[in-house]
């Protein structure tokens, strides 16, 4: 049997489109398969249907990655995220090099950049299953995140009669990014809920426990589920819903898995490489986008995020007849 890692130290929506590679591998080839990812990806890989060991990774635990993947013996890697530092990781770890990463950073720029394909990411990802059989095609697999755990079952079951004694319908909403200019305005935010609670649906907004604040202060009245379920978990709710409105971070692509209508908020990112195969795009009509930059020159109140109006959203679900 074949012992195989797979490196994405990226962001967590990365390490969610890479998951068709491992079924691809399970699927196609006599292997174990590991990943190894940045210590706030590791939890929604674990009970995975396709992986079978899941290596945290931060500077501070490099050494027992190291360990760890020795005493697992495994002994072949694929580089998905092309650091160098990843192929660096992997050699120190007895492993072979199936590619080689060569991205590194210097400061705020990056040198020896991997090359951006055209390609959705999660058939980018999964093309790397040619470096172990070359007649392996990719097709179209969803993504996957991991089995939520078993003993939460009830709780989950409960959230959801709570939130449907309060509302008609299940409409998630994914407010917040971890990178600001990629937020839309509260405000937007709350226009929107005043259109969904004429409608008798109270919307749950999603996030982090460092969320809830961030969530109080959108107008219009919700449900704030900040911080109470788990990553894992999203696609058993979200599989409930009529429908979910995300801004472009990690959930946006959890709740991708369960292939349900995506209302995918989109400023300066690439969607037709990033956004799930379900998301209703809604990006900016501005001459500059995307950019693909972290940061802006525009005038606050005149972004790429700040150009999207509410009406558009409205429009799509009606259009779409997202709501009975």
């Not at 007895?94 to 590619?99: E, F, T, V």
């Not at 937020?183 to 460092?210: C, D």
Request: net charge positive; proline share 5%; aromatic share 8%.
């Amino acid at each position: 049997m074949r012992k195989i890692l797979v490196f994405n130290r990226l962001g967590i929506g990365d390490v969610v489109v890479t998951t068709p590679l491992a079924q691809l591998i399970k699927e196609n080839i006599d292997a174990k398969v590991g990943f190894v990812v940045a210590a706030k990806s590791a939890d929604i890989l674990k009970n995975h249907d396709y992986i079978d060991d899941v290596f945290p990774y931060t500077k501070r635990t490099k050494r027992e990655v190291i360990s760890q993947i020795k005493a697992k013996c495994y002994n072949e890697a694929i580089i998905v995220d092309e650091r160098f530092s990843s192929s660096l990781l992997a050699w120190k770890s007895g492993a072979k090099l199936l590619n080689v990463g060569k991205e590194m950073s210097v400061g705020i720029k990056r040198i020896f950049i991997r090359k951006q394909h055209e390609l959705r990411a999660s058939e980018d990802f999964g093309s790397y299953i040619k470096l172990l059989s070359p007649t392996i095609q990719y097709k179209g697999i969803l993504p996957k995140v991991g089995n939520m755990d078993e003993t939460r079952a009830e709780y989950v079951k409960d959230w959801l009669n709570k939130i449907f004694a309060m509302s008609k319908q299940l409409v998630l909403i994914v407010p917040r990014s971890a990178a600001d200019n990629k937020n839309w305005p509260r405000e937007s935010f709350a226009e929107l809920n005043r259109y969904l609670n004429q409608r008798g649906v109270v919307p749950a907004y999603i996030g982090s426990p460092a969320d809830k604040e961030y969530i109080d202060q959108i107008g219009g009245k919700k449900y704030n589920a900040a911080g109470e379920l788990s990553l894992r978990e999203l696609p058993v709710i979200a599989k409930k819903a009529a429908f979910a409105v995300s801004v472009c971070t990690g959930p946006l692509h959890i709740i991708g898995t369960a292939n349900i209508p995506i209302l995918a908020i989109y400023g300066q990112g690439e969607p037709k490489r990033w956004a799930p195969a379900s998301a209703i795009v809604v990006q900016s009509k501005l001459p500059c986008v995307p950019c693909l930059r972290l940061d802006c020159s525009q005038p606050k109140g005149q972004t790429c995020m700040d150009e999207i109006l509410p009406s558009r959203l409205v429009d799509i679900i009606e259009t779409n007849k997202l709501l009975q």
